[in-house]
């Protein structure tokens, strides 16, 4: 049975960074029992050029929707990571009648009337229980530094590098970190998984599962991976696609 899956990336990347989930999802099943669609937010991957300066969350959520109708695909499972999940919200509340399945990897999403800034906070990863935290100071640690803790825990040297070298050429708009019009009530129109990443650096696994709650997502699935599992363990990640789009196809 053909599946149709769109893939949307989290911030500071690109549709780039899904390659060798969808290779290994392909080896899975087969190059012809999924249509595959990689997604650009504005600023990012194949729009990186785009000026973005005047464009909000909402108008993302809206280009996003126009480009995966543009590609004639329909019941969809949506698969996005990180930031990815904000705007699948929105893309959810405003069309859910384009999808079959969300499948949230390592997503999330602020409490209404908070800004993601908020969200995160200024201070370390448990200080503050109302606020997600960093892994490392930000005031006295390196930005380099950082990312690679952040995003690069579980890779090898040559990964590592590789990666470094694409991260932080994307760029959602800026006015997409300030959205704070944030409604979950109609969350779970759509069926949805949510991935939760256990080695994860970013978004500790006590505040995925938060998450997964805000999403209204009716099945979590642990992976032992940080959180670019879609280059650390891709095997792994397309085999929890494969399940769940099964899953919503039965």
Same mark, same amino acid.
């Given at each position: 049975?053909?599946?149709?899956?769109?893939?949307?990336? /989290?911030? /500071?990347?690109?549709?780039?960074?899904? /390659?060798?989930?969808?290779?290994? +999802?392909?080896?899975?099943?087969?190059?012809?029992?999924?249509?595959?669609? *990689?997604?650009?937010?504005?600023?990012?991957?194949?729009?990186?050029?785009?000026?973005?300066?005047?464009?909000?969350?909402?108008? &993302?959520?809206?280009?996003?929707?126009?480009?995966?109708?543009?590609?004639? +695909? *329909?019941?969809?499972?949506?698969?996005?990571?990180?930031?990815?999940?904000?705007?699948?919200?929105?893309?959810?509340?405003?069309?859910?009648?384009?999808?079959?399945?969300?499948?949230? &990897? #390592?997503?999330?999403?602020?409490?209404?009337?908070? #800004? &993601?800034?908020?969200?995160?906070?200024?201070?370390?990863?448990?200080?503050?229980?109302?606020?997600?935290?960093?892994?490392?100071?930000?005031?006295? @640690?390196?930005?380099?530094?950082?990312?690679?803790?952040?995003?690069?825990?579980?890779?090898?040297?040559?990964?590592?590098?590789?990666?470094? #070298?694409? +991260?932080?050429?994307?760029?959602?708009? +800026?006015? @997409?970190?300030?959205?704070?019009?944030?409604?979950?009530?109609?969350?779970?129109?759509?069926? #949805?998984?949510?991935?939760?990443?256990?080695?994860?650096?970013?978004?500790?696994?006590?505040?995925?599962?938060?998450?997964?709650?805000?999403?209204? @997502?009716?099945?979590? &699935?642990?992976?032992?991976?940080?959180?670019?599992?879609?280059? @650390?363990?891709?095997?792994?990640?397309?085999?929890?696609?494969?399940?769940?789009?099964?899953?919503?196809?039965?």
């Amino acid at each position: 049975m053909t599946m149709n899956i769109a893939f949307l990336h /989290g911030g /500071g990347q690109g549709s780039w960074v899904w /390659g060798d989930t969808i290779e290994a +999802l392909q080896a899975q099943r087969g190059r012809d029992v999924a249509n595959v669609l *990689k997604l650009d937010v504005p600023g990012c991957g194949s729009k990186r050029r785009r000026s973005t300066d005047d464009l909000t969350l909402e108008d &993302v959520a809206h280009e996003l929707i126009q480009d995966i109708e543009a590609s004639g +695909l *329909k019941d969809v499972v949506l698969v996005g990571h990180s930031q990815a999940g904000q705007a699948m919200a929105l893309m959810m509340t405003r069309h859910p009648q384009l999808f079959q399945r969300f499948i949230y &990897v #390592s997503c999330s999403i602020p409490l209404p009337g908070q #800004s &993601v800034q908020q969200m995160i906070g200024q201070g370390l990863q448990g200080d503050n229980p109302e606020e997600v935290g960093w892994p490392m100071d930000p005031a006295t @640690t390196p930005i380099e530094q950082r990312y690679e803790t952040m995003f690069c825990n579980d890779m090898g040297q040559s990964a590592k590098t590789e990666f470094l #070298s694409e +991260l932080g050429s994307d760029h959602w708009p +800026l006015a @997409t970190y300030a959205f704070t019009d944030w409604n979950y009530h109609s969350l779970d129109v759509v069926p #949805s998984t949510f991935v939760l990443c256990l080695r994860d650096k970013i978004l500790p696994a006590g505040w995925q599962h938060v998450f997964a709650e805000r999403f209204r @997502t009716e099945r979590t &699935v642990m992976i032992d991976a940080g959180h670019q599992v879609m280059n @650390t363990r891709p095997h792994g990640l397309a085999e929890v696609i494969r399940i769940e789009a099964d899953r919503s196809a039965i």
